[in-house]
């Protein structure tokens, strides 16, 4: 037979076992339920305050990498703000002198040789004493000043149209004089200055009335001004086609794009070009379909651009990233993440490596390096380059580059393989600035077919510019039909 435990015995034959005064006339069984509970609870709430710890910590680390972030937003606001804003402050230099540096070649302008009049300056009297004076003879009894001045004359022409009969045609038949425009109550000239000002040098019509009617005395309207350049961009419409064909058909192409607004509404102003045409369209998209447009859907030569997307689903023999933005993207990482090791250290490799490239294409430029030798090196690089992309980076910006990197891995060093291609689009940047200048001025234009006109002049009188030709005998011939003046093709 078991024997019950001296605690069964007292729970059992307990007389307070309902209300003992030691439990505040609690029931045991109830505080030992009671107890159970609270301990369970007591379990539950230790492990729901090591889940909070958790989260909170990680909560913490988010909140630390938010706030770096946000730093990082500031500082490069902060800089994008001061370049808009702000003139650029040159660092004072205690060593350096203004002026030339020493030993530079100064220019100055050629003095006319043929001067088209002679002015006899003579002295009544010493221009400081008032006294007499008797002239100087002999060899250096006089000195020659020559300075060029411009005369401004408006010319009134009348060309009277003698009336002669056909008897071939059967019609009155009259001829055109030269330097006439029909039906045009303003000259070639006249109609020349317009082109320049507005497209070239990107005065605003509004301002072009005013130069008229102030300097040359000649009072013309915006309307006339605008149908001036309607008639000069029609008749340069065809040559237009074939700077589109001769792009296309080219072994490089420097490209890029800027805003331009018309009427308000955003529309992208295309570049593409190289140092011997000059190509601008003006289109609504910024995607891949106008680049194919453009440089068409299988280019035979190479593309020199930013890391535009829309350019990576254009087909090409060979492209090439413009390096000057890879460096400048460098530059703003190490300055926004200057306190990251692990940023600035991947930053300053990459760039090394990409100046290391522009060093060998200066020394292949100086005889130093041949095809074969480029091609080696280029390998080099782009393993130097592999390597360090490999690994990947918590910061986001960072991390993003890198990824860029090695979406463009073959398309960093193009420049050694085809060594008369430029690792930069600048040449694009600079043929772009004129147009960004007249659109500060003009705010874009107002009308679709104003911005089609713009496209063509301004292809028609920076391609004159780079191949040496003078923009204004390009526009005469535009304008009086004439084809004994070469255009640009």
Request: positive net charge; glycine residues 6%.
């Given at each position: 037979?078991?024997?019950?435990?001296?605690?069964?015995?007292?729970?059992?034959?307990?007389?307070?076992?309902?209300?003992?005064?030691?439990?505040?006339?609690?029931?045991?069984?109830?505080?030992?339920?009671?107890?159970?509970?609270?301990?369970?609870?007591?379990?539950?709430?230790?492990?729901?305050?090591?889940?909070?710890?958790?989260?909170?910590?990680?909560?913490?680390?988010?909140?630390?990498?938010?706030?770096?972030?946000?730093?990082?937003?500031?500082?490069?606001?902060?800089?994008?703000?001061?370049?808009?804003?702000?003139?650029?402050?040159?660092?004072?230099?205690?060593?350096?002198?203004?002026?030339?540096?020493?030993?530079?070649?100064?220019?100055?302008?050629?003095?006319?040789?043929?001067?088209?009049?002679?002015?006899?300056?003579?002295?009544?009297?010493?221009?400081?004493?008032?006294?007499?004076?008797?002239?100087?003879?002999?060899?250096?009894?006089?000195?020659?000043?020559?300075?060029?001045?411009?005369?401004?004359?408006?010319?009134?022409?009348?060309?009277?149209?003698?009336?002669?009969?056909?008897?071939?045609?059967?019609?009155?038949?009259s001829g055109i004089g030269e330097g006439e425009i029909p039906r045009s109550y303003i000259g070639p000239n006249a109609v020349v200055i317009s082109n320049l000002g507005h497209y070239d040098i990107g005065i605003p019509y509004n301002k072009l009335k005013r130069f008229y009617r102030d300097i040359f005395g000649l009072p013309i309207t915006t309307g006339a001004l605008i149908g001036i350049d309607k008639k000069v961009a029609e008749g340069g419409i065809s040559f237009y086609s074939q700077l589109e064909e001769k792009i296309k058909n080219s072994s490089v192409s420097y490209t890029d794009e800027t805003g331009w607004p018309i009427n308000g509404e955003q529309h992208w102003l295309w570049h593409a070009g190289n140092k011997e045409v000059s190509l601008y369209r003006i289109d609504k998209h910024r995607n891949h379909f106008?680049?194919?447009?453009?440089?068409?859907?299988?280019?035979?030569?190479v593309i020199v651009s930013d890391c535009l997307s829309s350019y990576n689903l254009v087909n090409a023999n060979a492209k090439q990233k413009c390096i000057a933005h890879l460096l400048r993207d460098l530059e703003n990482l190490i300055n926004l993440n200057s306190s990251n090791?692990?940023?600035?250290?991947?930053?300053?490799?990459?760039?090394?490596?990409?100046?290391?490239?522009?060093?060998?294409?200066?020394?292949?430029?100086?005889?130093?390096y041949n095809q074969k030798d480029l091609e080696r090196m280029k390998e080099q690089l782009e393993n130097k380059i592999a390597a360090i992309t490999d690994v990947k980076i918590t910061n986001k910006r960072a991390e993003s580059l890198r990824k860029r990197l090695i979406r463009h891995k073959n398309e960093l060093f193009t420049f050694l393989s085809h060594p008369e291609v430029e690792p930069t689009n600048n040449f694009a940047e600079r043929q772009l600035r004129p147009s960004v200048i007249s659109r500060k001025l003009s705010f874009g234009n107002k009308t679709k077919e104003g911005a089609n006109r713009h496209a063509v002049m301004m292809s028609l009188i920076q391609t004159a510019k780079l191949q040496g030709k003078n923009p204004k005998d390009l526009l005469l011939s535009l304008i009086l039909g004439s084809r004994k003046i070469r255009t640009p093709t």
């Open positions: 037979m078991n024997q019950q435990s001296p605690v069964e015995k007292v729970t059992r034959y307990c007389w307070n076992r309902h209300s003992c005064p030691y439990l505040n006339f609690e029931a045991p069984e109830k505080v030992l339920m009671e107890r159970d509970y609270l301990r369970e609870r007591v379990n539950q709430l230790e492990d729901a305050c090591e889940v909070g710890i958790r989260v909170l910590q990680i909560k913490d680390q988010e909140i630390a990498g938010l706030k770096e972030e946000i730093a990082s937003l500031k500082r490069q606001a902060n800089q994008e703000r001061e370049k808009i804003y702000k003139p650029a402050k040159k660092e004072k230099n205690s060593q350096s002198k203004p002026g030339a540096p020493v030993g530079h070649r100064g220019s100055t302008r050629e003095k006319p040789k043929n001067p088209d009049k002679t002015v006899h300056v003579h002295l009544k009297e010493c221009p400081h004493c008032k006294g007499e004076v008797k002239r100087i003879s002999g060899e250096n009894s006089f000195s020659d000043h020559i300075q060029e001045d411009i005369i401004i004359i408006k010319t009134v022409t009348l060309f009277r149209h003698y009336k002669y009969w056909c008897p071939k045609c059967k019609k009155v038949v106008v680049a194919e447009e453009i440089l068409g859907k299988d280019y035979k030569g090791p692990e940023v600035v250290n991947f930053s300053v490799n990459i760039e090394d490596i990409l100046r290391e490239g522009l060093e060998i294409k200066k020394e292949y430029e100086k005889g130093k």
